[in-house]
């Protein structure tokens, strides 16, 4: 009974430590994806509405798109006068995000940066230069995030340090 007792203590006084280290690692990582529209009829649990364009729009929660497909990034000057991020795909994530723009067209695509809504685009054709770009609503901060886990464009080789 007395080691069972010992384990809980332990896990009780250090699991809060462990979670603050690796809370603050985790938060330095850029969180990026690109969520399809859907039916507003689609199962709650597996949708969001977003306002877009002036109306209430329906988005899967789960990414077509997302950081793990991601080799590069390149930030840019928005007109909004934020800043804007293209992202450069994995070989495979590319041809995924072509076949999904062919076949949604007329269909919004909401781009998601550390966990908010920054984006949307009307999907008017087929994307299939390896690239998805979130065209404004980005921060400092997040390209500073985007910099601990992504290589700059043109510096896809380098290794991050640790």
């Known amino acids: 009974m007395q080691p069972r007792l010992a384990a809980l203590v332990m896990m009780l006084v250090l699991a809060p430590g462990s979670a603050v280290f690796a809370g603050s690692k985790a938060d330095k990582k850029a969180s990026i994806s690109f969520h399809m529209e859907t039916q507003a009829t689609d199962n709650p649990k597996m949708i969001f509405p977003q306002a ?3 109306q209430t729009r329906y988005f899967l929660r789960n990414p ?22 293209v992202f450069k ?11 999904i723009t062919n076949a949604n067209q007329g269909r919004w695509m909401a781009a998601m940066l ?5 984006d949307g ?8 230069d390896g690239v998805a770009v979130v065209w404004k609503g980005a921060t400092l901060a997040d390209i500073a995030a985007s910099d601990e886990s992504l290589p700059r464009v043109g510096q896809e080789g380098r290794k991050k340090k640790p």
């Open 52 to 54: 877009a364009n002036g």
């Open 121 to 128: 685009v009307l999907i008017d054709k087929q994307v299939d």
């Open 64 to 85: 077509e798109i997302s950081t793990k497909d991601a080799v590069s990034f390149s930030p840019f000057p928005s007109d909004a006068g934020d800043f804007g991020i």
């Open 89 to 99: 795909l994995k070989e495979n994530a590319a041809r995924r995000l072509a076949a």
């Open 114 to 118: 550390n966990g908010r809504v920054v």
